[in-house]
């Protein structure tokens, strides 16, 4: 979809916006990341697992939003750091930023700023509560702030955050919805624009049947497990007679009609307090022990079988190792061919004629890419690098 030629200027730390710019190296774009020298660059190089080597500066953490970038360290509180950083910004089609709400334009790497050195710029900026709320904001507080916190969790435990970023990942998602929305606007009018999304609202936009449960149905939603509020059985546990757990779904009249069937309880299917969806839901306690009864007489293998042959929609429930000795898991790979040895996922699981996925290089190391940046790229000679490192540029 890209190439080369196209560049995106990541000045965002930790997850949201190096998803996005992740997304675009995945797409083609040469994703050049500058990262504060005097703080070891991007935060999550130190995001290591307590078997991570810790002297490394690639870490699991950090390598999963940072495949196919170029790294450079710019000091920005520098007059020489911004002349550097508006140089890029000068030649980029996408500027990707994550500072906190004041901090750009103190920086003088905010919209207008930059606008004015390239009107062809787009800018996507992340906060965590909108240009107007300056409080800083991780995943962990936006999931509890958004309501997903509270839903998520055992009836009987306590309330508990989702184990992926998924505000960040949202959050991204948004940001390159409205970066591809601007690129159109772009070929159409030749300008360039603004793109804010902020955590808060990525998360409010996905609450989805949860928000519109309270909105429309005027009922809080309560924390229920893997259960669902409106359907039964959906997102319902059950275990086999050797021990596996999978999740069925029966989300149609003919789907749990089947489902019954299949697990020969015939006789589910005909129960007067059963026949509709709100009866089920009301029953939920009486028809789910008594699916998970029928169950544990089989084993894994047979459940799949009888439910396949059913066409009721089933999974195991995979761990991560068992997760990627699947196919489709396996198609979104990254392997690096450099002596690091990395194995990374891609960000993207689009398949259209129109994308053609490019390979990626591993994540760089801090800096690693200082000379095909400053010399390659923006053409400095060896004068003006010495002149720029002595005013402070690039430590």
Same mark, same amino acid.
């Given at each position: 979809?890209?190439?080369?030629?196209?560049?995106?200027?990541?000045?965002?730390?930790?997850?949201?916006?190096?998803?996005?710019?992740?997304?675009?190296?995945?797409?083609?774009?040469?994703?050049?990341?500058?990262?504060?020298?005097?703080?070891?660059?991007?935060?999550?190089?130190?995001?290591?697992?307590?078997?991570?080597?810790?002297?490394?500066?690639?870490?699991?953490?950090?390598?999963?939003?940072?495949? %196919?970038?170029?790294?450079?360290?710019? @000091?920005?509180?520098?007059?020489?750091?911004?002349?550097?950083?508006?140089?890029?910004?000068?030649?980029?089609?996408?500027?990707?930023?994550?500072?906190?709400?004041?901090?750009?334009?103190?920086?003088?790497?905010?919209?207008?700023?930059?606008?004015? &050195?390239?009107?062809?710029?787009?800018?996507?900026?992340?906060?965590?509560?909108?240009?107007?709320?300056?409080?800083?904001?991780?995943?962990?507080?936006?999931?509890?702030?958004?309501?997903?916190?509270?839903?998520?969790?055992?009836?009987?435990?306590?309330?508990?955050?989702?184990?992926?970023?998924?505000?960040?990942?949202?959050?991204?998602?948004?940001?390159?919805? %409205?970066?591809?929305? !601007?690129?159109? @606007?772009?070929?159409?009018?030749?300008? %360039?624009? &603004?793109? +804010?999304?902020?955590?808060?609202?990525?998360?409010?936009?996905?609450?989805?049947? *949860?928000?519109?449960?309270?909105?429309? %149905?005027?009922?809080?939603?309560?924390?229920?497990?893997?259960?669902?509020?409106?359907?039964?059985?959906?997102?319902?546990?059950?275990?086999?007679?050797?021990?596996?757990?999978?999740?069925?779904?029966?989300?149609?009249?003919? *789907?749990?009609?089947?489902?019954?069937?299949?697990?020969?309880?015939?006789?589910?299917?005909?129960?007067?307090?059963?026949?509709?969806?709100? *009866?089920?839901?009301?029953?939920?306690?009486?028809?789910?022990? !008594?699916?998970?009864?029928?169950?544990?007489?089989?084993?894994? *293998?047979?459940?799949?079988?009888?439910?396949?042959?059913?066409?009721?929609?089933?999974?195991?429930?995979?761990?991560?190792?068992?997760?990627?000795?699947?196919?489709?898991?396996?198609?979104?790979? &990254?392997?690096? +061919?450099?002596?690091?040895?990395?194995?990374?996922?891609?960000?993207?699981?689009? @398949?259209?004629?129109?994308?053609?996925?490019?390979?990626?290089?591993?994540?760089?190391?801090?800096?690693?890419?200082?000379? !095909?940046?400053?010399?390659?790229?923006?053409?400095?000679?060896?004068?003006?690098?010495?002149? &720029?490192?002595?005013?402070?540029?690039?430590?």
């Amino acid at each position: 979809m890209f190439d080369q030629s196209f560049i995106v200027l990541e000045l965002a730390n930790i997850l949201a916006g190096p998803i996005t710019g992740m997304g675009f190296a995945e797409l083609g774009a040469r994703v050049i990341k500058l990262e504060n020298p005097a703080t070891g660059g991007d935060a999550t190089r130190g995001f290591k697992l307590s078997s991570e080597d810790r002297d490394s500066d690639i870490c699991a953490y950090y390598s999963c939003a940072n495949w %196919g970038k170029e790294s450079l360290t710019v @000091n920005f509180s520098t007059a020489a750091g911004k002349q550097v950083a508006h140089a890029l910004a000068a030649k980029a089609d996408i500027v990707i930023a994550s500072f906190k709400p004041g901090d750009a334009e103190k920086l003088a790497l905010d919209f207008d700023t930059l606008k004015a &050195l390239n009107e062809r710029l787009i800018y996507g900026q992340i906060s965590a509560y909108g240009p107007q709320d300056p409080r800083p904001g991780f995943d962990a507080i936006l999931q509890a702030e958004t309501g997903f916190t509270s839903l998520n969790g055992d009836a009987e435990g306590p309330p508990t955050k989702m184990p992926v970023a998924l505000i960040d990942i949202l959050a991204s998602h948004q940001l390159k919805e %409205g970066l591809l929305l !601007a690129l159109l @606007n772009r070929e159409r009018t030749g300008e %360039g624009g &603004l793109v +804010d999304v902020s955590l808060f609202q990525a998360g409010i936009a996905s609450l989805a049947n *949860q928000a519109t449960n309270y909105l429309v %149905g005027g009922i809080i939603p309560q924390r229920m497990g893997s259960e669902h509020p409106n359907i039964v059985p959906y997102g319902s546990v059950i275990e086999s007679q050797d021990g596996r757990q999978i999740v069925i779904a029966a989300a149609t009249e003919r *789907q749990f009609r089947e489902l019954v069937r299949a697990l020969d309880r015939h006789d589910l299917a005909d129960d007067p307090t059963l026949q509709t969806g709100p *009866q089920r839901v009301e029953n939920r306690d009486k028809l789910l022990a !008594a699916i998970r009864a029928a169950a544990a007489v089989y084993s894994a *293998q047979e459940i799949a079988a009888r439910l396949q042959n059913a066409k009721v929609p089933f999974g195991f429930v995979n761990d991560m190792a068992q997760v990627f000795e699947l196919q489709g898991a396996q198609d979104l790979l &990254l392997e690096s +061919d450099s002596q690091q040895g990395l194995t990374g996922v891609r960000t993207l699981a689009v @398949n259209s004629a129109q994308v053609d996925f490019k390979s990626l290089a591993a994540p760089p190391a801090l800096n690693q890419n200082f000379a !095909a940046i400053i010399e390659g790229f923006l053409g400095y000679t060896g004068e003006e690098i010495n002149l &720029l490192r002595d005013a402070g540029a690039f430590s």
